[in-house]
């Protein structure tokens, strides 16, 4: 994991840079056990004349990339937000990705793509129809 953090118009000392990246690294752990190698973590945190604001840039191998925007009165509560906020989209995601797979074979739109008439069978079949011959039940 390649992190990169930078502060921007921020007085933070080095200790509490130190501390942020500190619980960067650790919160992103969660995050990047649901992405492929390797994975880029880009975080900026903007000094405000009230609170801050982060940016928060993950992406993985290929196209997996997440970005999230917080604005806070407190730097480790920006942290906090943002990485919450990406590791529920790239959960959300992950979940989503393993659905598919999990109902492989069956068409989304209802189209049966193996489906073939035989030599006796009516043409003008309705759905529930197709259904049962395919599936071999009750539609």
Do not use: C, W
Request: aromatic share 4%; no cysteine.
């Amino acid at each position: 994991m390649r992190l990169e953090i930078s502060f921007r118009n921020a007085s933070v000392e080095e200790k509490e840079r130190q501390a942020l990246k500190n619980r960067v690294e650790r919160k992103s752990r969660k995050i990047t056990r649901f992405l492929k190698e390797p994975v880029d973590v880009g975080l900026v945190i903007l000094g405000q004349k009230v609170g801050y604001r982060g940016d928060l840039v993950v992406s993985g191998a290929g196209a997996d990339s997440f970005k999230a925007s917080l604005e806070a009165d407190d730097p480790i509560a920006v942290v906090d937000g943002l990485i919450h906020t990406v590791e529920r989209a790239v959960r959300r995601r992950h979940d989503r990705r393993l659905d598919v797979h999990r109902t492989e074979g069956t068409p989304l739109d209802g189209f049966v793509p193996d489906f073939a008439l035989s030599e006796g069978e009516d043409h003008d079949l309705e759905t529930a129809e197709v259904h049962r011959t395919v599936r071999g039940g009750a539609a």
